[in-house]
Every structure is written in C-alpha cells, then in structure tokens.
Nanobody, 124 residues
Framework: QVQLVESGGGLVQPGGSLTLSCALS????????MGWYRQAPGKQRELVAR???????HYADSVKGRFTISRDNAKNTVYLRMDSLKPEDTAVYYC??????????????????WGQGTQVTVSS
C-alpha cells in the first residue's frame, strides 16, 4: 500500500516554530516534486512550498523568509520548518508527492499522492 503519512502539527504561540514531516511509504522508485499546501476555514487550498527532486524550491510570498522546505530522497520524506509563525498561518497542512513512481509487483505506476492533513494552530 502506498500512502503519505504526515506528522508534526499542533498548537503554537505566535512567533513560535513547528516542523512538519511527511513520508511516502511503499515500494517507491522515484518522486518528482514534493510540496506542502494548506487550507484555512472558508478558503481555498493554497501552495505553501514545493521542492523538486534536484532540490529547487518555491515558496508562497506569505511564507518566504519564515518557512524552509527540505527533503530526504533516501527516506522519501519532505519537511517543512516553520518559524515566526503568525495566526494567519493557522490551517490544515497537506503534503503532496507529484509523479511518484511506485513498483506494484511487476508493474510500475505513476501518480500523485496526498497526505491526510495535519492541523497547525497559531494562537496565544
């Protein structure tokens, strides 16, 4: 079974830090890009940060300079270090794996995968 498993969410005070992690389990051959998205109540899901297999990164303007995305290709894991958190960062954060090549028996399958979401709440 192939799935993305997230961890690291929680409640933090404004100005605090959290680190999210997400691992793609299964017989993984390769993953193109991995990223983090978030969705606040009443808002659309938005891209927070994305990292390619060659470690090129992209950040939403609202998190530049505060969030850092990284990945461990050997562990099929992506991390999101969040510093200087603000109340407006409160949302459910979702992990995404793009164009993951998975070996299923003698067959290789290519697809995108999403995590179940982890709640991040920034409040005093």
């Amino acid at each position: 079974q192939v799935q993305l498993v997230e961890s690291g969410g929680g409640l933090v005070q404004p100005g605090g830090s959290l680190t999210l992690s997400c691992a793609l389990s299964g017989n993984i051959v390769s993953i193109d890009a991995m990223g983090w998205y978030r969705q606040a109540p009443g808002k659309q899901r938005e891209l927070v940060a994305r990292i390619t297999a060659s470690s090129n990164t992209h950040y939403a303007d609202s998190v530049k300079g505060r969030f850092t995305i990284s990945r461990d290709n050997a562990k099929n894991t992506v991390y999101l270090r969040m510093d200087s958190l603000k109340p407006e960062d409160t949302a459910v954060y979702y992990c995404n794996a793009e164009q993951a090549v998975v070996r299923l028996g003698n067959v290789r399958k290519v697809g995108d995968y999403w995590g179940q979401g982890t709640q991040v709440t920034v409040s005093s």
